[in-house]
């Protein structure tokens, strides 16, 4: 096993729920942003480190809006965590993206408004680029993963994040495929730029569960047929899971974005005018560049 690496996993509760999960235990782990979703589960899968979250907590109790995505990222990042894959569901934009295939993102749209997006603020100010938001590193790892496990999965995509927690009217529907999106949902932000802040090798795989309300044969979301997909899927994403674990664990290619290290080149506040504060506050996240 490659020193260092510790897969994180931010998920639904039925993820988490791998066969031949070692050493499994639910642990507190406390954050200056607030409290998390739930506690974290740590385990090895045939001894290789496992850290999941469940986003909505045990019995999904927090809606998109109420999640602490910043203390999930953060408790995640003191937990040990090095890689996350975040597998989310999804609504698809696009015929050939049918319920029950995986989408392996890439770019994002951010539409959401009532979210902390940020760990940094006054007394230490940073802007992380987002251009390339994800670890295409980790994507060759899920890909590689999803065809071993023979699990329909299309690499890249573009990921609508909306406010939620109703689903779009037909009018926004319509306008997100034109703006040229390919799924939606309501969790993927501000996680992902959350994840690149912390400097973690972050991947994203949306889980089709419905075509929103675009489809003609299809204008209406219902939460039943959402979780029968759902149910349908949890199977796969256990073990698309385990599959990433050894495929990780053995990779020696280096991140082509560095995501490790983007803070180097994110801070503008001078360091003789750091907030000694904020920076207690960040020494999960940037605890690395304190001088």
């Known amino acids: 096993m490659t020193i260092g690496k510790v897969l ?11 066969e031949g999960l070692e050493h499994a235990r639910w642990e507190t782990v406390t954050s200056p942003f607030g409290a998390p979703s739930d506690q974290i589960l740590k385990g090895a899968v045939d001894g290789q480190e496992v850290v999941f979250l469940p ?3 045990r019995g999904h109790v927090q809606s998109p809006s ?3 995505y910043r203390a999930n990222i953060d408790v995640l990042k003191r937990a040990g965590v090095t890689h996350l894959l975040s597998v989310s569901a999804c609504g698809s934009f696009h015929e050939h993206l049918s319920p029950g295939t995986f989408v392996i993102v890439d770019q994002f ?14 007394g230490l100010v940073a802007h992380v680029s987002m251009a390339q938001p994800v670890c295409s590193t980790m994507g060759d790892i899920v890909e590689a993963a999803a065809k071993a496990e023979d699990i329909a999965a299309v690499r890249n995509g573009t990921y609508l994040a909306m406010e939620g927690p109703q689903f779009s009217s037909l009018a926004e529907s319509q306008m997100y ?17 959350l994840a690149r802040e912390a400097e973690l090798h972050y991947a994203t795989v949306a889980m089709v569960t419905d075509y929103d309300c ?24 256990r ?3 385990k599959r990433v674990l050894p495929l990780l664990h053995n990779s020696s290619a280096d991140c082509a974005q560095a995501c490790d290290r983007v803070l180097d080149t994110a801070i503008v506040t001078t360091p003789d005018a750091w907030d000694a504060a904020m920076l207690d506050k960040l020494d999960a996240v940037a605890g690395r560049l304190r001088p």
């Open 66 to 68: 109420s999640i602490n």
């Open 8 to 18: 994180g996993v931010l998920g639904g509760s039925g993820v988490y729920e791998i």
């Open 239 to 241: 073990a698309l899971i």
């Open 55 to 57: 986003r909505h907590g």
């Open 109 to 122: 749209i951010d539409r959401t408004g009532a979210r902390e997006k940020s760990f940094f603020g006054p």
């Open 177 to 193: 495929r034109s703006w040229g999106c390919d799924v939606i949902g309501m969790t993927n932000m501000p996680e992902a730029k």
């Open 214 to 237: 675009w489809h003609e044969e299809h204008d209406a979301v219902e939460v039943t047929d959402i979780l029968k997909v759902l149910t349908d899927n949890a199977d796969k994403a």
